[in-house]
């Protein structure tokens, strides 16, 4: 049985005036009262009734979207495509730049338990898996697999990272490296490094890996470029999992006196239209940015005109493209 | 006298009831009903007591921002700095990319004269100033005078014109351009341009201007910058209005195989973290964007609190710093 206003109220033990006060974010009420309060309703997976809710009009219009990293021009190009679809729509975006810090994640979905949002699009990386798995809360992600309660929204990394390594072939290379971080779970650039392996396999090739995480600072990346670049390995290739690090190792290559294309060959992976303006000799594979941040919207709204209805697709791949260019 | 809200009703031609709830964003109205009211309440200058509200409890703790384009690295820095500062207070940060698109902006003041937020950051370049000339409401400005009841937030423009320009100068340039639109009103691009004009008239120098206004294509910019290149007019430096018309130039200087710095010097504007991480080469004025971000918060925190207070000063200009690098 749906667990009702009540039990909250018992299990937090307040009244289940207060507990109505705090869903619907109306008077004052201490923080301590509040985290009981969402405490409770998270042990009870009490969800207030969303549909019901609008029907009565108390939608806000206002969509929450959390993101890793607004000045990374990837996000800020897909916060800008979700924001104009939203605006057209009479929505408003409310933007959290999580930054790795998972409290602020974390404050995101209680403004959705407490219906200060109608939903939210969640590009981050910092949550555990079980803060996404309760039921019914109207939540679309992106690249990153939460739950199977929450549709997400992806490029086709994997088929990326095929294209990438065969382009990088198809050249002439023969020592290809990826550059990334393959390790880490539910990351899309895991299916980018996967396209790599078993592209390089089919042609017969050894693989071979720099590890380079999302989050570390571009001067550690630097110096990773730099060490990789100065080792007495072969390398005559590299495929680097997004396009801001194929920048930094295009500047280490050129202090070196590594010629680029003649006797390194680089690619990157994401295509925004930033860089694709300003660095435009930088071969990648272009991500459908403005595609991508119509179909979160549009999954978005589903969900909220219905957070309980049964999903029969879970995961939706995005198309994405080859763009040759003077560094392969 | 203050029209009070039955004042509005009577010009609407509806009830108290339905103005209360246009203001307060509660039930369902009409956009037709809520333009007539938002009209009355234009024509009669009349406000909702901002103060009233905040010491019933009614705060929204939302903050609106209205930024030109957030795919711009410098804006996205600016709505990172922003949203964090906000952040750490409690507050949310409501983000409005208003691309030359007047009619979001203005939507946006509706939401503050309906209460629906507590205040707004506009650094936007759309509306007539007329718009912002109503009394205590509680917003702030970027880089452009409004109002002299609105505080503007702004870099020291004039000196980092003259710090560039000198920069190119001492370097031993003698023909210097200065690319950017110096015409128009209320651009923080006109007072950059007066640093160059006087730095150069110091110097003896002659001016030259090639204009290029921050809303024209990178295409379009990049064919200027080529044509400028091509011309047979004698040109040893160019002082750019900001990095990414600085970077096109490069671009085009290295097709036309013209070396940089040997017989091109060039100097850009913003110093953003992103062109200083992935364009370490590029000489440029930086713009302290953090403290900017930190300072358009505190200034609307003050007019949130009482935003009919005189204003002691009206307008901040925050130091900016030379970066000597390559391209000089």
Chains 1, 2 share one sequence.
Do not use: W
């Amino acid at each position: 049985m749906r667990p009702k206003l009540t039990d909250v109220a018992e299990k937090a033990g307040c009244s289940p005036t207060t507990v109505s006060r705090v869903i619907n974010n109306h008077g004052y009420i201490s923080q301590k009262t509040k985290d009981k309060v969402f405490a409770a309703m998270r042990e009870l997976n009490y969800q207030p009734n969303t549909l019901a809710r609008s029907l009565q009009g108390k939608q806000t219009k206002m969509i929450g979207m959390i993101v890793p990293n607004i000045t990374n021009p990837f996000f800020a190009e897909l916060v800008a495509g979700v924001e104009q679809t939203l605006a057209d729509d009479g929505y408003r975006l409310l933007l959290c730049d999580a930054d790795r810090d998972s409290d602020k994640e974390h404050r995101y979905l209680q403004m959705l338990e407490a219906n200060q949002v109608d939903g939210i699009i969640t590009g981050s990386h910092n949550l555990g898996l079980e803060e996404y798995q309760r039921v019914g809360l109207p939540i679309v992600s992106f690249d990153r697999d939460l739950s199977d309660k929450v549709p997400i929204v992806t490029s086709d990394n994997y088929h990326g990272g095929c294209l990438a390594t065969q382009a990088l072939i198809d050249a002439g290379c023969q020592d290809i490296y990826f550059v990334g971080n393959p390790s880490k779970t539910g990351n899309p650039t895991t299916k980018r490094f996967l396209g790599y392996m078993d592209t390089m396999a089919s042609a017969g090739l050894p693989s071979h890996t720099a590890r380079s995480a999302f989050y570390e600072s571009p001067l550690a990346k630097s110096m990773a470029m730099r060490e990789l670049l100065q080792s007495d390995r072969k390398l005559d290739g590299v495929f680097c999992s997004d396009d801001l690090t194929a920048i930094l190792l295009l500047k280490q290559a050129q202090r070196l006196g590594i010629r680029v294309p003649e006797d390194l060959k680089v690619i990157g992976f994401d295509g925004t239209k930033l860089v694709q303006t300003y660095l435009p000799e930088l071969a990648t594979i272009v991500q459908p940015i403005g595609d991508l941040a119509a179909l979160l919207v549009k999954l978005l709204y589903e969900r909220i005109a219905d957070p309980d209805k049964h999903l029969d697709k879970n995961s939706y791949v995005m198309p994405v493209k080859l763009l040759r260019n003077q560094t392969i």
